[in-house]
């Protein structure tokens, strides 16, 4: 079984600051990761993804995530929040061999000026 | 290149009644996927196809819920008859094959109210 656990539905950041989004999954096999995104009146954009290469994944609109295999995380990170970064982000886990993405709960982001 | 696009974007009707929602893929993309987020809750998956038959259809909530993708392009999901507990939204994805790393491209889903 395989499942993500997103901590915090409405994350606040001001425009400038550190953005870490946080996602815990628990899959009885080495994961397939990402993180998705979804802006207004859009459908989800994927961000970035984690297929063992690298623990340290680089993504779009400068987001990245680290690979923690000893904490089970996945959390998503970027150095400098951006107004245009408002939207809802998830986290997903896929089992290798399998096709359905399990998605975390989701977490608002907002940005203040 | 078109995305994946999803008819209607809303539809509001009243509990009883059937609802059809439609899904185009990306052209090309032999994998079809639903899923679905209740109000509040996380984006679920109901199922997958792979060219017109059902690869993996263990998702789908009870027998009212229809799903068929004829010819292997365009999907439809069909509610009837719909239930309060069916509001949400409904996403489809499409990728073009079943690898470890595919990407599923999704769409902008459809917003369905039941009343």
């Known amino acids: 079984a395989q499942s993500v656990t997103q901590l915090g539905s409405h994350v606040s950041v001001s425009e400038g600051a550190l953005v870490l989004l946080r996602c815990n999954y628990s899959s009885s096999v080495p994961p397939y990761l990402f993180w998705y995104v979804q802006y207004p009146n859009q459908g989800l954009q994927l961000l970035l993804k984690?297929?063992?290469?690298?623990?340290l994944v680089k993504g779009i609109n400068g987001f990245e995530a680290e690979f923690k295999k000893s904490e089970t995380s996945f959390h998503l990170t970027k150095p400098s929040a951006h107004m245009s970064d408002a939207a809802e982000y998830f986290c997903?886990?896929?089992?290798?061999?399998?096709?359905?993405?399990?998605f975390g709960t989701g977490t608002k982001l907002q940005v203040i000026p | 290149e078109a995305g994946v696009t999803q008819f209607p974007s809303h539809s509001v009707i009243e509990k009883g009644q059937t609802v059809t929602l439609r899904c185009d893929p990306i052209s090309g993309h032999d994998n079809l996927y639903w899923y679905r987020r209740v109000m509040g809750k996380e984006i679920k998956f109901l199922l997958h196809?792979?060219?017109?038959?059902?690869?993996?259809e263990s998702g789908m909530p009870n027998n009212r819920f229809l799903a068929e993708r004829t010819g292997g392009t365009y999907s439809t999901l069909k509610v009837q008859p719909a239930e309060l507990e069916d509001s949400g939204v409904y996403f489809c994805a499409s990728s073009q094959d079943s690898g470890a790393y595919n990407e599923q491209f999704f769409g902008p889903g459809t917003r369905l109210t039941v009343l």
């Open positions: 984690y297929t063992s290469a690298a623990t």
């Open positions: 196809f792979v060219k017109e038959s059902k690869q993996d």
């Open positions: 997903a886990v896929r089992m290798g061999g399998y096709q359905k993405v399990t």
